[in-house]
Structures are given as C-alpha cells and as structure tokens.
C-alpha cells in the first residue's frame, strides 16, 4: 500500500471531513511559484484537526513538512513524498489580551495582525506590515524589517509536537536572534503567538505603515515571484551590497536571476526551477566569497 492511501484510510477514520488535497502543485503554495506535487496536502481548520493529522502520521512513522503562506520556501522539482500541512488561514483567529497585548493564531498573515493591532491602537508590529508570511512562519523565522523582528514584541508561543503535544512557550525559551527562533532547533509547530505592544494613535500607526510599504514598493522587485531577501545578512555588510559589488546584478542561471532592481533578492523570471534557483546561490555565494572573502548563506529555506 503506498503512503498516499495509507494515510487517505488512517486519517479518514479519524477526521471523516478533513480537507485533503493530493498530487498537489507546490508552486501554487510558494511566492517562488517554484515546485513539484506534494503527495498529500492537508489543511486543518483547528488545533484539534492538526493534532489528529499529525497522529496519523506518527502512526506511519513519517514527520510532515510544515508549510505557512510559502513566501520564504524553496520546493523541490521533483515534488515532495508524504504530506505537507498547510497552515495559511487554516489556523485561523485574533484577539486581545488585556490593554496592550494581542494573541494571533499562526494562519494569519502579519499584514493583518499588523492591521488588526493599529486599529486597537497598538503599535509595535509597523514593521511585519509588508512581511507577506504568516505568524507561524514569521516567529519561526523570526521576520523583521527596517529594524524590527518579531522577536522583539512576542512574548509567548503556544506550540505542538510531531506526536500532538502541546506547550507554550515563554519569551527566553523562544532563542530569538537573527532570522533564527529555537523553533528551528526543536521542531515544533506554532499554534499561536502572544504580541505586547504599546498604545498609539491608529492614524499614526497606519502613516508608518504606508511609509513602509512606500520604502519596500520602491525598492523590492514586488512584480516578480521571489522568496524575499535570497541571503542572510553577514555580520560585516550587507548581501546586497556584496551581490552588487560582484558584479552580480541580473547573473542569470536558466529562468532564475539576480534582481536588477535590488541585488538582495533572486527572482523568477518566469518558468524558473528549484535547480536554477539552487545552482543561482551558489554560484551567486562562491564569486561573492572571492571578491570579499564573505560567504553568504541563504536565508531561503531549501526544501
Ligand atoms: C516579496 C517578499 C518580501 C519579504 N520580505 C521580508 C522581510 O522584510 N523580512 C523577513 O524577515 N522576511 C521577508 N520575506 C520572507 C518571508 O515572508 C518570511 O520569512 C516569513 O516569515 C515566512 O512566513 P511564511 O508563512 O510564508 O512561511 P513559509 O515560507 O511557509 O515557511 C518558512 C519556514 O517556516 C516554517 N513554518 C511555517 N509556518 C510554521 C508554523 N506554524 N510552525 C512552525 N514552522 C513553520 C516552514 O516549515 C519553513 O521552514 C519576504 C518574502 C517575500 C516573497
């Protein structure tokens, strides 16, 4: 019996309505627009539904891969063997705690979590406006822009195991530190995270927001499927400057390239695979490592 009605069979058991979709196509789940079919997709609408989901899969001895709104993945080719759990939108929710806090779900993109905090009059998430992942990917990965990270304003995550245990997460326990949360180390799957902000005025938190997302139209190639900044910053400068420096600006490998307009990201001009993107970094990594003797690491996630 292969994978697939294995786990069509066990999971049906339990959760006779989950939403389940198979020979899936990556790239319609990924900002790259980049990947093979995932054998199996599942969207859980709750916690109780994941849990569930991933009990089945202990059962089979697999681990899923966790996939939030895609904008930070590189998927592969030749597609993805078992299941991948998508959790855009699917864990879905909001609300505030106490004056100054907010909990969001993991499903919810930033952008509204930001909205959702500047119409409370809360101030502190201006910055992950113009993130387009979600929560879940956004604490894991610890996003940040124009000197914030998440990092900064979480304050509590609710997360589960790959056998459905559930835990919550205080602030130390979290490890935040560039583009790194201890999510990365241990596994786990965020279910929710806690935000503590601070009071504002709406009007003033929304005029920061628009700025921001000014800064980011006229600076990032937004009209291009990419997976944001290719390159982790490395300690001494930036990645772009280094890329731009190289004489790296437009370096094409097949459909994938460095940006013209900003030298950070690799986009897809169109009909790009995972390979040319993959053979793009490193080729990308190695010329810049001679000019400067800095090797860059990709901050993409390389499924
Ligand atoms: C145009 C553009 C601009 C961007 N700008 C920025 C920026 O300014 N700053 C920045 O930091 N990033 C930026 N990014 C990258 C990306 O949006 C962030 O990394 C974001 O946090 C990824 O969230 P996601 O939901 O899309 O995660 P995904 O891409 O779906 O997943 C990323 C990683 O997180 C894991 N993951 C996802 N959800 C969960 C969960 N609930 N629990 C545990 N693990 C999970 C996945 O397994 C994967 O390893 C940009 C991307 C694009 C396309």
Redesign the pocket.
Same mark, same amino acid.
């Given at each position: 019996m292969t994978y697939l009605t294995e786990f069509q069979k066990k999971i049906r058991t339990f959760l006779p309505e989950i939403e389940l979709r198979f020979e899936e196509p990556m790239h319609q789940h %990924?900002?790259f627009r980049i990947g093979g079919d995932a054998e199996v997709m599942a969207f859980p609408k709750n916690r109780e539904e994941l849990r569930q989901i991933l009990k089945v899969s202990a059962l089979l001895d697999t681990k899923p891969? =966790?996939? #939030? $709104? !895609? %904008?930070?993945?590189l998927a592969p080719d030749e597609g993805i063997a078992g299941l991948v759990i998508c &959790?855009?939108d699917c &864990?879905d929710g909001l609300a505030q705690i106490g004056d100054t806090a907010i909990r969001v779900m993991? @499903?919810v993109t930033?952008s509204r979590a930001a909205v959702y905090a500047a119409n409370l009059g809360l101030a502190g998430l201006e910055f992950a406006h #113009? =993130?387009? @992942? %979600?929560v !879940? !990917? #956004? +604490?894991?990965?610890n $996003? @940040?822009?124009y000197g914030g990270e998440l990092g900064q304003v979480c304050t509590q995550v609710e997360v589960m195991d790959y056998e459905g245990n559930q835990r919550t997460l205080c602030r130390e326990e979290l490890g935040f530190s560039y *583009?790194h949360s201890a &999510?990365q180390d241990s596994g786990? =799957? +965020? &279910?929710s995270a806690c935000f503590s902000l601070t009071p504002g005025q709406p009007e003033t938190i929304r005029d920061k927001m628009r700025e921001l997302i000014g800064r *980011?139209t006229a600076s990032?190639p937004?009209n291009l499927p990419? $997976? !944001?900044?290719a390159f982790k910053r490395p300690a001494n400068g930036y990645a772009a400057a280094l890329i731009e420096n190289a004489g790296l600006k437009g370096y094409r490998v097949g459909n994938a390239a460095i940006s013209e307009k900003h030298a950070g990201f690799a986009v897809n001009l169109g009909g790009a695979t995972a390979a040319d993107v993959k053979s793009l970094l490193e080729q990308v990594s190695d010329r810049v490592f001679a000019q400067s003797g800095i090797r860059l690491e990709p901050e993409i *996630?390389i499924w």
């Open positions: %990924t900002s891969a =966790i996939l #939030g $709104a !895609g %904008t930070n993945v &959790l855009k &864990l993991a @499903g930033m #113009g =993130i387009p @992942g %979600t !879940g !990917g #956004g +604490v894991y990965m $996003a @940040g822009a *583009r &999510l786990e =799957i +965020v &279910l *980011r990032q937004l990419s $997976a !944001g900044s *996630r």
